[in-house]
C-alpha cells in the first residue's frame, strides 16, 4: 500500500509569485483535504476535494486554489504570495463514505514552502 | 465554533515515566476525536481515534487516550515513555461544518530527558 507522497519537498518563491503543490493520494483514497502550518502551529484546514470538486473550505482567500484529478491526485495553488504564505503544506488522504472513517487521515510528509 | 484547545505548549518527561497530554474540544454533539503525532520534519501520523462507545481507545506505540463528556477532553496518556516519544502531538476534532475536515489543536511539544 503506498502512502501519501507530496512534491516537491522544498520551495523557495518571491512575494507575488504563483506556486504549485502537488500530492498523490494513498491507494484507496478518494478525498484529498490541504492544510496550512505555520511555525509553531497546528495545521489549519485550506480545502478538500471529493470527485474532482471542492468539498469544504477553511478560512483562506480565493488566491488559494485547487484541483482533484480522476486518479484523486490533487493540487493546491496559490497565486499572488505573501510573506505570511510560509509554511508547512500538508495533504490528507481520507476514504469518505465510510461513516466515520471518512474522517481518519492520513498525511503526507509535507512541502515547506518559503516565500522571499 | 469548534475549537480545540491544548493547554500545554511544552512538557519534559523522564524517560520512563508516565506521560498525560491534555486536550479539550468544544463541540455540541458526539464529537469525532484524533491524536496524531508529528516528528521533525515530518508529516502526522495518526495515533488513535474516538467514534463512539468505550471511552477508553487505544492506540499505536502503547499509547491510549481517555474521552470524558462531562469535561469536554480527551487526554492522551502513555504509562512509560521512551526517548523516541519526543516529538510534537495535535489533538483534533472532526469538523461538522467543512466535509471530513480536521481542527487541529496548537500542539504540545514533548521532550524527554534521560
Known amino acids: 500500500e503506498t502512502g501519501v507522497t507530496q512534491s516537491p519537498t522544498h520551495l523557495i518563491k518571491t512575494r507575488g509569485q504563483q506556486v504549485t503543490l502537488r500530492c498523490s493520494s494513498q491507494s484507496g483514497h478518494n478525498t484529498v483535504s490541504w492544510y496550512q502550518q505555520a511555525l509553531g502551529q497546528g495545521p489549519q484546514f485550506i480545502f478538500q476535494y471529493y470527485r474532482e470538486e471542492e468539498n469544504g473550505r477553511g478560512n483562506f482567500p480565493p488566491r488559494f486554489s485547487g484541483l482533484q484529478f480522476p486518479n484523486y491526485s490533487s493540487e493546491l495553488n496559490v497565486n499572488a504570495l505573501e510573506l505570511d504564505d510560509s509554511a508547512l503544506y500538508l495533504c490528507a488522504s481520507s476514504s469518505r463514505g465510510l461513516g466515520p472513517a471518512g474522517y481518519e487521515q492520513y498525511f503526507g510528509p509535507g512541502t515547506r514552502l518559503t516565500v522571499t | 465554533a469548534q475549537s480545540v484547545t491544548q493547554p500545554d505548549i511544552h512538557i519534559t518527561v523522564s524517560e520512563g515515566a508516565s506521560l498525560e497530554l491534555r486536550c479539550n474540544y468544544s463541540?455540541?454533539?458526539?464529537?469525532?476525536l484524533f491524536w496524531y503525532v508529528q516528528s521533525p520534519g515530518q508529516g502526522l501520523q495518526l495515533l488513535l481515534k474516538y467514534f463512539s462507545g468505550d471511552t477508553l481507545v487505544q492506540g499505536i506505540k502503547g499509547f491510549e487516550a481517555e474521552f470524558k463528556r462531562s469535561q469536554s477532553s480527551f487526554n492522551l496518556r502513555k504509562p512509560s515513555v521512551h526517548w523516541s516519544d519526543a516529538a510534537e502531538y495535535f489533538c483534533a476534532v472532526a469538523s461538522n461544518q467543512a466535509g471530513t475536515a480536521l481542527i487541529f489543536g496548537k500542539g504540545t511539544t514533548l521532550s524527554v530527558s534521560s
Open positions: 463541540y455540541g454533539a458526539t464529537p469525532y
